[in-house]
Protein backbone atom coordinates (compact mmCIF):
# COMPACT_ATOMS: atom_id res chain seq x y z
CA UNK A 1 0.00 0.00 0.00
CA UNK A 2 0.76 3.31 -0.65
CA UNK A 3 2.06 5.17 2.97
CA UNK A 4 2.72 9.28 3.95
CA UNK A 5 4.01 9.36 7.81
CA UNK A 6 4.17 12.67 9.55
CA UNK A 7 4.53 13.52 13.01
CA UNK A 8 0.62 14.77 14.23
CA UNK A 9 1.61 17.14 16.19
CA UNK A 10 4.35 19.55 17.08
CA UNK A 11 5.18 22.50 19.19
CA UNK A 12 8.27 25.67 18.49
CA UNK A 13 9.13 28.52 20.38
CA UNK A 14 8.81 32.24 17.92
CA UNK A 15 12.14 32.77 16.50
CA UNK A 16 13.13 29.42 16.60
CA UNK A 17 13.71 27.04 14.06
CA UNK A 18 11.82 23.93 13.43
CA UNK A 19 12.21 20.29 11.31
CA UNK A 20 8.79 18.96 10.15
CA UNK A 21 9.82 15.68 8.87
CA UNK A 22 7.82 12.95 5.81
CA UNK A 23 8.69 9.72 5.39
CA UNK A 24 6.80 7.65 2.48
CA UNK A 25 6.45 4.65 0.52
CA UNK A 26 4.39 4.76 -2.74
CA UNK A 27 4.24 3.24 -5.56
CA UNK A 28 6.76 5.25 -7.78
CA UNK A 29 7.77 8.63 -7.32
CA UNK A 30 7.88 12.00 -9.53
CA UNK A 31 8.03 14.27 -6.61
CA UNK A 32 6.98 15.19 -3.32
CA UNK A 33 4.96 18.91 -2.37
CA UNK A 34 4.40 20.48 1.19
CA UNK A 35 1.22 22.22 1.32
CA UNK A 36 0.20 25.14 4.66
CA UNK A 37 -3.23 24.52 6.14
CA UNK A 38 -4.64 27.54 8.49
CA UNK A 39 -6.83 25.93 10.17
CA UNK A 40 -10.57 26.52 8.51
CA UNK A 41 -9.04 27.60 5.51
CA UNK A 42 -7.59 25.83 2.64
CA UNK A 43 -4.47 24.18 1.99
CA UNK A 44 -1.47 26.73 -0.21
CA UNK A 45 1.25 25.47 -1.80
CA UNK A 46 5.31 25.90 -0.26
CA UNK A 47 7.73 23.62 -2.22
CA UNK A 48 8.18 21.10 -4.85
CA UNK A 49 10.69 18.28 -4.55
CA UNK A 50 12.07 16.18 -7.36
CA UNK A 51 15.60 15.98 -7.05
CA UNK A 52 17.77 14.83 -4.13
CA UNK A 53 18.94 17.82 -2.09
CA UNK A 54 18.14 21.28 -0.23
CA UNK A 55 16.01 24.00 -1.94
CA UNK A 56 15.53 27.16 0.30
CA UNK A 57 12.80 30.11 -0.15
CA UNK A 58 12.61 32.11 2.54
CA UNK A 59 12.44 31.26 5.44
CA UNK A 60 11.23 27.97 4.30
CA UNK A 61 13.03 25.05 3.35
CA UNK A 62 12.52 21.70 2.10
CA UNK A 63 14.90 18.81 1.46
CA UNK A 64 14.66 15.46 -0.22
CA UNK A 65 16.29 12.30 -0.31
CA UNK A 66 14.71 9.54 -2.62
CA UNK A 67 17.20 6.86 -1.75
CA UNK A 68 15.35 7.09 1.75
CA UNK A 69 11.80 8.09 0.94
CA UNK A 70 12.42 10.80 2.92
CA UNK A 71 11.70 14.69 3.26
CA UNK A 72 11.50 17.99 5.43
CA UNK A 73 10.00 21.33 6.03
CA UNK A 74 12.85 23.57 7.56
CA UNK A 75 11.11 26.88 9.02
CA UNK A 76 13.57 29.66 10.51
CA UNK A 77 12.65 32.56 12.33
CA UNK A 78 9.02 31.15 13.19
CA UNK A 79 6.22 33.79 13.23
CA UNK A 80 2.82 33.24 15.24
CA UNK A 81 1.33 33.38 11.62
CA UNK A 82 3.15 29.79 10.94
CA UNK A 83 0.77 28.18 13.04
CA UNK A 84 -0.73 26.19 10.66
CA UNK A 85 -1.20 22.24 9.36
CA UNK A 86 1.27 21.38 7.20
CA UNK A 87 0.76 18.70 4.55
CA UNK A 88 3.09 15.91 2.74
CA UNK A 89 1.94 14.89 -0.62
CA UNK A 90 4.17 12.39 -2.91
CA UNK A 91 3.43 12.02 -6.75
CA UNK A 92 3.16 8.06 -7.54
CA UNK A 93 4.14 6.91 -10.58
CA UNK A 94 0.33 7.18 -11.93
CA UNK A 95 0.80 10.95 -11.49
CA UNK A 96 -1.34 10.63 -8.84
CA UNK A 97 -1.13 12.75 -5.32
CA UNK A 98 -0.97 10.91 -2.22
CA UNK A 99 -1.49 12.95 1.46
CA UNK A 100 -0.14 12.48 4.41
CA UNK A 101 -2.74 13.62 7.70
CA UNK A 102 -0.40 16.51 8.11
CA UNK A 103 1.51 17.91 10.70
CA UNK A 104 -0.31 20.45 13.19
CA UNK A 105 2.56 23.13 14.06
CA UNK A 106 1.80 25.25 17.03
CA UNK A 107 4.06 28.38 18.10
CA UNK A 108 4.58 29.94 21.14
CA UNK A 109 5.51 33.17 22.48
CA UNK B 1 -10.71 38.45 -7.20
CA UNK B 2 -11.07 35.22 -5.92
CA UNK B 3 -8.70 32.70 -7.70
CA UNK B 4 -11.05 29.02 -6.96
CA UNK B 5 -14.31 29.59 -5.22
CA UNK B 6 -16.94 27.47 -3.88
CA UNK B 7 -20.45 27.29 -3.25
CA UNK B 8 -21.92 26.88 -0.30
CA UNK B 9 -19.26 27.65 2.34
CA UNK B 10 -21.67 25.66 4.79
CA UNK B 11 -23.92 23.08 4.32
CA UNK B 12 -26.22 21.70 7.17
CA UNK B 13 -28.28 18.85 5.78
CA UNK B 14 -30.42 15.74 6.61
CA UNK B 15 -29.07 12.16 6.22
CA UNK B 16 -31.33 11.03 2.82
CA UNK B 17 -31.15 14.37 1.51
CA UNK B 18 -29.86 15.45 -2.10
CA UNK B 19 -27.15 18.41 -2.92
CA UNK B 20 -24.67 20.12 -4.72
CA UNK B 21 -21.67 21.65 -4.32
CA UNK B 22 -20.79 24.07 -7.29
CA UNK B 23 -17.15 25.69 -7.62
CA UNK B 24 -15.24 28.23 -10.38
CA UNK B 25 -12.18 29.10 -10.92
CA UNK B 26 -10.87 31.92 -12.92
CA UNK B 27 -7.20 31.23 -13.33
CA UNK B 28 -7.76 29.77 -16.73
CA UNK B 29 -7.09 25.99 -15.49
CA UNK B 30 -7.29 23.11 -17.83
CA UNK B 31 -7.90 20.73 -15.06
CA UNK B 32 -10.11 20.88 -11.23
CA UNK B 33 -10.76 18.53 -8.91
CA UNK B 34 -12.50 17.52 -5.47
CA UNK B 35 -11.13 16.19 -2.38
CA UNK B 36 -12.20 15.37 0.73
CA UNK B 37 -10.66 16.15 4.01
CA UNK B 38 -12.16 13.95 7.10
CA UNK B 39 -11.71 14.43 10.73
CA UNK B 40 -8.35 13.32 10.53
CA UNK B 41 -7.41 15.66 8.33
CA UNK B 42 -6.42 13.66 5.14
CA UNK B 43 -7.07 14.56 2.34
CA UNK B 44 -8.49 12.14 -0.42
CA UNK B 45 -8.75 12.58 -4.35
CA UNK B 46 -12.47 11.77 -5.19
CA UNK B 47 -12.60 12.98 -8.61
CA UNK B 48 -10.35 15.02 -11.31
CA UNK B 49 -11.45 16.64 -14.56
CA UNK B 50 -9.18 18.32 -17.40
CA UNK B 51 -10.54 20.05 -20.04
CA UNK B 52 -14.38 18.64 -18.92
CA UNK B 53 -13.40 15.33 -19.07
CA UNK B 54 -12.99 12.99 -16.61
CA UNK B 55 -9.03 11.73 -15.62
CA UNK B 56 -9.49 10.56 -12.45
CA UNK B 57 -12.30 8.80 -10.45
CA UNK B 58 -11.39 7.10 -7.25
CA UNK B 59 -13.49 4.76 -5.55
CA UNK B 60 -16.07 6.63 -4.18
CA UNK B 61 -19.66 5.94 -4.08
CA UNK B 62 -22.17 6.46 -6.72
CA UNK B 63 -24.10 8.44 -4.86
CA UNK B 64 -21.44 11.40 -5.63
CA UNK B 65 -21.50 12.49 -9.29
CA UNK B 66 -19.40 15.38 -10.77
CA UNK B 67 -20.23 17.10 -13.87
CA UNK B 68 -17.90 19.99 -15.41
CA UNK B 69 -20.02 22.11 -17.65
CA UNK B 70 -17.00 23.50 -18.60
CA UNK B 71 -13.49 23.38 -17.87
CA UNK B 72 -14.04 26.56 -15.34
CA UNK B 73 -16.90 24.79 -13.64
CA UNK B 74 -16.68 21.45 -11.89
CA UNK B 75 -20.23 20.68 -9.65
CA UNK B 76 -20.49 17.83 -7.14
CA UNK B 77 -23.93 16.06 -6.54
CA UNK B 78 -24.33 13.90 -3.75
CA UNK B 79 -27.35 12.08 -3.45
CA UNK B 80 -28.96 10.30 -0.55
CA UNK B 81 -26.32 11.76 1.80
CA UNK B 82 -25.45 9.14 4.68
CA UNK B 83 -23.78 10.34 8.26
CA UNK B 84 -20.08 9.19 7.06
CA UNK B 85 -19.99 12.30 4.41
CA UNK B 86 -19.85 14.93 6.75
CA UNK B 87 -16.38 16.38 5.86
CA UNK B 88 -14.72 19.32 4.27
CA UNK B 89 -14.81 19.04 -0.05
CA UNK B 90 -12.15 21.37 -1.87
CA UNK B 91 -12.47 21.69 -5.09
CA UNK B 92 -8.37 22.80 -6.54
CA UNK B 93 -7.78 23.87 -9.98
CA UNK B 94 -4.22 23.46 -11.70
CA UNK B 95 -2.74 24.76 -14.91
CA UNK B 96 -2.26 20.84 -16.42
CA UNK B 97 -3.44 17.15 -15.53
CA UNK B 98 0.30 15.63 -15.28
CA UNK B 99 0.27 15.90 -11.43
CA UNK B 100 4.03 18.39 -11.10
CA UNK B 101 1.60 21.43 -11.74
CA UNK B 102 0.67 23.38 -8.21
CA UNK B 103 -2.88 22.85 -7.13
CA UNK B 104 -4.80 26.21 -6.03
CA UNK B 105 -7.39 25.48 -3.45
CA UNK B 106 -10.96 27.06 -3.08
CA UNK B 107 -12.24 27.26 0.76
CA UNK B 108 -13.93 24.51 1.55
CA UNK B 109 -17.60 23.71 1.50
CA UNK B 110 -17.99 22.10 5.23
CA UNK B 111 -20.94 19.37 5.25
CA UNK B 112 -22.56 18.01 8.15
CA UNK B 113 -24.93 15.29 7.56
CA UNK B 114 -27.31 14.70 10.73
Known amino acids: GQNIDQPTEMTATEGAIVQINCTYQTSGFNGLFWYQQHAGEAPTFLSY??LDGLEEKGRFSSFLSRSKGYSYLLLKELQMKDSASYLCAVLDSNYQLIWGAGTKLIIKP | DTAVSQTPKYLVTQMGNDKSIKCEQN?????MYWYKQDSKKFLKIMFS???????INETVPNRFSPKSPDKAHLNLHINSLELGDSAVYFC?????????????FGPGTRLLVL
Open chain 2, 27 to 31: LGHDT
Open chain 1, 49 to 50: NV
Open chain 2, 49 to 55: YNNKELI
Open chain 2, 92 to 104: ASSQGSSGVETQY
